[in-house]
Structure formats: C-alpha cells, structure tokens
C-alpha cells in the first residue's frame, strides 16, 4: 500500500458524512445526559429542536422524536448549523469547541478529547469507505467474524467511541476490527523469576501451550531460546500485541529485553481477527483454540486498556468459581446461560516500574495475557453466533440488524423478544436477586447463540474476571475470589441492570426497532416487564428480595457515561472506588413501571 493509499478513505465526502452522523449522536447523547438542554421549536409536526453554543451566536437546529428513558433519536439528515443568520457546514471539533463550557472540558482535556473525536471520525470514514453490508445480509450469514467486523458503531453510548490514541494510520489499518486484517500475535519468552502463569482446573503449562502454539512452534521457540545459550524451562511464554511489542516493551522495557529477562521469539504461526474489544483476538486458522487477550497500551473510551499482571493471577479461579455457580443453579441453566471461561492467565512484573508506581498505573499493565475459551465448539448443529451489540447494528439505509433478524424468523416482535429476553435478562435478574452478583453486560460482553433462522436460543456471557462484582458484604467467597467482592450502597446496587441493560443497551434496541417501524414503545418495553414478572413468579422465595430491589420502581438514577469520559477520558473511573466515581444527575422514569 502507498503512502497516500493508506489515508484513501478521507475523502471530502466521507468526512462530510462523517461529521454528521458525529454530530446526531452527541446532540441525541449529551441531551439524555442533561448536558445540552435542547429548546422547542414551533413546527407542524412538533418535533424540531434547538441547541446553541456557550456564546449563544452559533445554534443547531434538528428534527428528533423522544421516546422512553428521556432517548432523543435524532434524524441526522435534518442537523443544520447556524450562525448570523448564515447556514454554516457541519464540523464535529468546532462543535465541542462552541460547546467545551457545556460539555464541561476544561482545558487540558479538550485537544485530547478532540484528538479521540478525530479518530472516531477517521474511522467512521473507513467504514463508509467499504462495500455496504446491508442488515438483512448479516442476519443470513453464518459467519460469526463477518458479524463481528462488520459493526460501524461500537458502544452506543459514548461519542468518542473509537479514538485509539496511539494507533498510526498504517497501525489502524492492521489491527481495528472493521478492517478485518489478519494478525500473528508476536510471542515473549519471560523469565520465572518475574512472570507467573496461572490455569483453570485440569490445565498445566506445557501441554496448554503445546495445544494452543502446536509442537512446531513450541520447538522453534525453545530453539531461539537456546541459540542464546538460555534454557527454555527458565521461561514462560506471553503473546503479545504487536503494536505493544514495536511501540511499547521494545523501548520502555528495553532493560529486560537487554538483560534476558524477556527475550522476543517472533510471530506464531496462527493469524487472529481483533475483536470489537480491540485487544482481544479471535484465531481464524483453528476457531476452536482459544481467544487470546493482550495488553494495550493505546486510549481508548476512557482508560488505558493495558492488562494488570496481578490481577491475572486471580482470573482462572474466579471463572471456575462462577461457571461452577452457574452449573449447580437450575435457573441459570435453564435459561441455557453459559460462560466463556478465561482458562489460563500469564503476567509479567516490571519490578522498578512496580517500586515506583500504585497497583492501578498503566505501567504495571503492559504486559499480561488470557485465553478465554471460544463458544465455536459448543455449538449444536444449526446454530450459529453473534455478538449482542450487533442488535444494535444499523446500515447505511437506515434498518436495524435486530429487525432483520426479527423479520428473518418469521416471529412477531414480542414471540421473538420473549426467547432473547428470557436467554439474557432472566440470568442478569436471577444472579443479582439470588447471589447479589452482577455483570457488566453490555452489547460486546455477550455473545448471542441464534437458529437457523436468527431467533435467540442461549446466551453466552464473556469478559468475567475484571467485570463481574458481588455486592452482599457478607458473601462466602473462596480466597482467590475474594477480590471481586464490591462495597456498593444499597440505593445503587439495581443501577447495574437499569443502568447497564436498560439505559444503555435495551434505550437504543428499543429505539432502532421503533425507528424500523417493527414494534411501537409499549410492547417492546412490555416484553421486558412480563420477562420480568416472569421471572418473579418463578421464585417466590426471593419475595423479600424483589421488595427490596424494586424492577417496577417509578424512577431510577441517570448515571451518565459522556460525563466521566469528558471529566477524564484517561481513566474515567476510580477502579478504587467504582460506585463513588459515578455521574448521576437526576432520574429517569422507569418504562415497566
């Protein structure tokens, strides 16, 4: 590829186009987090709306409809900026620069925040740039990667989504998942002395990384090693992310690469997929072998997204702990909910960086790994996967992944939302009802198990060790299970499904089906409340329980994303103190009240 082939999709076009699906989303986002107030505008059809900069010179004028949970869906082809009386082009980093007070981005975040929106809009233009999969194309294939690389949105929320700072063009090109580019993941011999590798139960090292590289590879590993006089059982063996190897370990720990405590062994021989999670890559040459997820040193939507090496050495243990939870509870398995277990974990301790840093600094996670289990071999005849956030997917004509699949099975909406809500929000109410755990569930966190025909069998839920939590302080939980243990207060506890499946899943699939036009408001939100009634009935004995926790309370907090992101788009959350970072600016009225 030529220097100039690599920018080829920022084209006049795209970038205009770019802009404005930019600008829909933060006016519709920022309006339900009550950072922009928009005002009504007289019309027939009552439906136009006005925002205006700090100043008050410059105003965006749009179309919008308002729909349950306070969600503005914006028509992008009706956004126009005005200023003296002038129709001005749409541009999104002027737009935060007229808005910085609003949106409150002070000074030192504002170039950088605008530098994630630049990368966001850059990448936005590269999906434009490729061939148009519609809805209905990706409801019919089988092929889970094509799914997964075919997203345009990433987290529905957040406005600067995929900002990815410290990726180059020619990087981007080789490792964002909508690119599709196949990977080899370079491989690092570490030390005993400063690595540790843990594994679930019935794995051990050799044999796990023998079936995982292959014995080929194995040996041309060992034999790098010994070509420099080292012995091979001194080391452990880490997959890297090959930009974390050219941009990170190469230079900032050059001092253990000059002293053999890490020694470069080159690519192995499986290419991956990057998955919408970036850092985490699914093996296309043998899809039954195991996911492998890598430190990565790059910002991405609010944190660093390196891999802690302390906290690998938990992670296998806390999988087995929750998938035996789960085998042993007939409401979980009933449901058909499964895990995708992180198995084996592998961390290498920086000892200097560690000696100078807290347990949370990016420089004691830039190099650790896990492998989680693909769901590939657990499939039955006929079924086929996709990630939940692909519910949310819409193409270029406007209709919605979830609708096309809706249509594909033949199902009325609520026979189809029945399965899928009984599949993923039954497991989400039974384990906080029954166990006070939670999840974090969003659209990339689960993976969907569809028929032939793309309704929802099961449910299969991911990213385990660093996202579940369990919130009863009493809670009998193994030692090395001890550390998801989380002190939330009781009035915030059921945020972690209004919050988390409500606002921000359930808002925008309810919103997308609407704008479809295949279900109104009422029956979709009234599918979720008999899922929920449901589920109630099923246990009688967690009546006290239901009491307590109210899933038909009037109202519940408005905990908002935006807001952290804008505050400190470098670490958003006090991993200390997750509950107390919080933004929660008043309510929202609950649509199954």
């Known amino acids: ?279 985490t890559f699914f093996n296309t040459t043998d899809p039954a072998k195991h996911y492998v997820k890598t430190a990565l040193s790059v910002i991405n939507m609010g944190f660093m997204r390196g891999l802690s090496a302390a906290y690998m050495e938990a992670t296998p243990a806390i999988n087995d702990w929750l998938a035996a939870l789960i085998e042993n509870d007939e409401v979980l398995k009933g449901t058909g909910l499964t895990i995708i277990r992180e198995r084996a974990a592998v961390g290498y301790r920086h000892l200097e960086y560690e000696a100078a840093t807290d347990r949370y600094s990016p420089y004691r996670k830039m190099l650790a790994a896990l492998w989680r289990e693909s769901p590939v071999p657990s499939l039955a005849p006929g079924e086929r996967l996709a990630t939940m956030a692909s519910l949310l997917h819409v193409d270029r004509e406007g209709r919605s992944l979830a609708g096309a699949l809706i249509e594909r099975s033949g199902l009325t909406p609520t026979e189809w939302l029945k399965p899928y809500l009984r599949a993923y929000l039954t497991p989400l109410l039974h384990s906080f009802y029954a166990y ?36 009863d302080p009493d809670a009998v939980l193994p030692p090395k299970v001890d550390r998801i243990r989380a002190d939330v207060p009781d009035d915030m506890k059921l945020l972690s499904i209004f919050t988390d499946v409500f606002d921000c899943f359930f808002r925008f699939l309810a919103a997308n089906l609407v704008g479809d036009g295949v279900v109104d408001e009422d029956t979709f939100w009234a599918a979720v409340a008999d899922c929920v009634r449901d589920y109630q009935a099923s246990a009688p004995q967690l009546a006290d329980k239901f009491a307590r926790f109210d899933m038909f309370a009037p109202s519940f907090a408005l905990s908002c994303l935006n807001r952290l992101q804008l505050r400190n788009n470098e670490q958003m959350v006090d991993l200390a103190d997750p509950s107390g970072a919080l933004q929660l600016v008043g309510d929202l009225d609950n649509p199954i009240a």
């Open 436 to 471: 006070d755990l939670v999840f974090m569930p969003h659209g990339e966190n689960v993976i969907l198990v569809l028929d032939e025909r793309g309704t929802v069998q099961r449910a299969v839920f991911k990213d385990i060790a660093e996202e579940i939590a369990v919130m």
């Open 1 to 279: 590829m030529s220097i100039a082939d690599a920018v080829s999709h920022l084209t006049p076009d795209h970038w205009a186009e770019a802009n404005r699906l930019l600008i829909r989303k933060a006016l519709a986002e920022f309006a339900h987090e009550r950072l922009l107030t928009p005002d009504p505008v007289e019309s027939e059809a009552g439906d136009r709306y006005v925002v205006r900069s700090d100043d008050g010179n410059t105003s965006y004028r749009f179309a919008a409809r308002r729909l349950r949970l306070d969600h503005w869906q914006v028509s992008a082809d009706s956004v126009t900026r005005h200023r003296d009386g002038t129709e001005l082009p749409l541009n999104a980093l002027e737009f935060f620069i007229e808005m910085k007070d609003a949106l409150g981005l002070s000074e030192s975040i504002l170039p950088v925040y605008l530098e994630e929106i630049s990368s966001t809009l850059s990448g936005t233009c590269y999906k434009l740039a490729k061939p148009d999969t519609t809805a209905a194309e990706l409801a019919a294939t089988d092929d889970f990667q094509a799914i997964e690389t075919g997203m345009t949105e990433g987290h529905p929320c957040f406005v600067a989504n995929n900002g990815r700072l410290g990726f180059g063009i020619h990087e981007y090109l080789s490792y964002a998942p909508e690119t599709a580019s196949p990977v080899r993941l370079i491989w690092l011999a570490a030390t005993r002395e400063r690595a540790a590798f843990t594994a679930g139960t019935g794995l051990e090292y050799e044999s796990f990384l023998r079936a995982e590289l292959g014995e080929k590879t194995v040996e041309r590993f060992d034999a790098t090693l010994r070509e420099q006089g080292l012995d091979p059982a001194d080391f452990l063996l880490i997959p890297v992310h090959p930009w974390q190897w050219w941009n990170k370990l190469s230079v900032t720990f050059a001092a253990e690469v000059a002293q053999r405590h890490l020694v470069c062994l080159g690519e192995g021989d499986d290419e991956y997929l990057a998955q919408q999670s970036i850092r």
